[in-house]
């Protein structure tokens, strides 16, 4: 079963504090990604990584990092959250760069 | 650098009519597209793709496309809607093109289908 699984699917942090949403994947995809999804501004991505160690900026990476140690494994970090960083997180895959993206189904974040 | 426009942030239609969700693109060499449907609560899921060739393409659940290259556009249709089509289609462009890649999506068209 080809899916993308996102750990938790809902949390509340406080302002300033550390926050880990974690991505797998069990397709063998090359490149992962990090999405963030708001109202009337549809997906912004965040991150993209094409393999192993090899991570890219995407659009709004501002206030965030990731971290890609295995293929099938890709994190996402922000450090001292801040209120505007309240959101739906999506992360994705897809076997190559342009081939179709598969989904996961949110992490629901909100920063208070 | 490449964009899509979906220009009907929202569009309501009748169960059992016709359907027609607009797309226009812009890139420079002719993109790879997809739409992709959310359901509330879910992540996005692909309904259909177009890389080459017949520029009809067949999706998921009576949907299909069409790619105009002289219009820039790619257009969802789906002949007789059901209440459960109701949820946000994003139409999304990608070109591959090494670290200047990415996919870019539409801000998405909420579907309404009244009874």
């Known amino acids: 079963d080809m899916k993308v699984t996102q750990m938790p699917r809902y949390l509340i942090k406080r302002m300033g504090e550390n926050v880990l949403l974690e991505c797998g994947q069990d397709?063998?995809?090359?490149?992962m990604y990090w999405y963030r999804q708001d109202p009337g501004l549809g997906l912004q991505l965040i991150y993209i990584?094409?393999?192993?160690?090899?991570?890219s900026e995407g659009d709004i990476p501002k206030g965030y990092r990731v971290s890609r140690k295995k293929r099938e494994h890709f994190s996402l970090i922000l450090d001292s959250a801040k209120t505007n960083q309240t959101s739906v997180y999506f992360c994705?895959?897809?076997?190559?760069?342009?081939?179709?993206?598969?989904f996961g189904k949110g992490t629901r974040l909100t920063v208070v | 650098a490449q964009s899509v426009t979906q220009p009907d942030a929202r569009v309501t239609v009748s169960e059992g009519a016709s359907l027609q969700l607009r797309c226009k693109y812009s890139s420079s060499v002719t993109p790879y597209l997809f739409w992709y449907v959310q359901y509330p609560r879910q992540g996005l899921q692909l309904l259909l793709k177009y890389y080459s060739g017949d520029p009809v393409v067949q999706g998921v659940n009576g949907f299909e496309a069409e790619f105009s290259k002289s219009n820039s556009s790619f257009h969802l249709r789906k002949a007789s809607v059901h209440w459960s089509d109701s949820a946000v289609y994003f139409c999304?462009?990608?070109?591959?093109?090494?670290?200047?890649?990415?996919?870019?999506f539409g801000k998405g068209t909420l579907l309404t289908v009244t009874p």
């Open positions: 999304a462009v990608s070109v591959s093109g090494g670290s200047n890649y990415k996919l870019t």
């Open positions: 397709m063998s995809h090359e490149t």
């Open positions: 990584s094409y393999d192993v160690d090899s991570n």
């Open positions: 994705a895959s897809s076997y190559r760069v342009y081939t179709e993206v598969f």
